[in-house]
């Protein structure tokens, strides 16, 4: 983690194409890296990071933020199968993401004429997390237009405007954000049905015995051989 890091602050004032956060991934992080992180980590007295439920259903922890002409984030994200909400979103930005454990699919969509109807609900980035902004009646038709399965190793990248929906199809899959600088958007939500779950509408910060038994799962599944099963 601590290579990952250092980098980014010695590029904390350049723009960064796409292929080079994807190259960061793949040569500053490994598995048994972050599993050691893990394990200093949850050997303090204290876990000195933010730690959220997210509305879509999956664990975020905020690893890093790298400040400078052009900030970046470093996230770790912690996926349970059955627990996610499949929601199509987009992003205040971009972002480079590896695979560390398990594998998920990620569906690309377009807006289009004849694809199905999803009501749009947008959310506005605060702090650390990001909460709903307003709820529209308004209805758009999206289209699938790519699928890709994604496993352990593997590095992807998503721009911001990109409208995807990711599951996960392990029993755990954990990955690995690099974010890079945000735009300054809202954040759009299409699901199948309008919503009226106000828990599902807004992340939720993390207790601290929360975390640590959460970050304790990771580092237990990032040292097994296969959690597909």
């Not at 996610?84 to 992003?91: A, M």
């Not at 009646?137 to 590095?155: E, F, H, M």
Request: charge should be neutral; proline fraction near 3%.
């Amino acid at each position: 983690m601590k290579r990952l890091i250092d980098i980014l602050i010695k590029k904390n004032n350049v723009v960064l194409k796409q292929q080079e956060l994807v190259d960061m991934l793949t040569r500053y992080t490994s598995p048994i890296e972050i599993k050691e992180y893990l394990g200093h980590l949850l050997s303090k007295g204290e876990l000195n990071l933010s730690g959220y439920e997210h509305q879509l259903g999956f664990y975020k922890f905020i690893i890093a933020d790298v400040g400078g002409m052009y900030p970046r984030r470093v996230r770790l994200h912690f996926w349970k199968r059955g627990q996610i909400e499949k929601d199509i979103h987009d992003h205040i930005a971009s972002f480079a993401s590896i695979i560390l454990q398990g594998t998920l699919t990620s569906t690309k969509f377009s807006i289009g004429d004849f694809g199905n109807e999803y009501y749009r609900q947008d959310f506005v980035a605060v702090g650390d997390s990001c909460e709903p902004s307003t709820e529209s009646a308004q209805t758009i038709k999206l289209i699938p237009k790519s699928k890709s399965t994604i496993k352990a190793g593997d590095v992807y990248y998503l721009n911001f405007n990109e409208l995807h929906c990711a599951v996960p199809l392990s029993i755990c899959t954990i990955s690995l954000i690099l974010q890079d600088s945000p735009v300054d958007r809202n954040i759009h939500v299409y699901r199948a049905r309008q919503s009226t779950n106000e828990v599902i509408n807004s992340s939720r910060t993390l207790y601290f015995d929360e975390k640590r038994r959460i970050l304790e799962e990771m580092r237990f599944q990032l040292g097994e051989n296969n959690v597909d099963e």
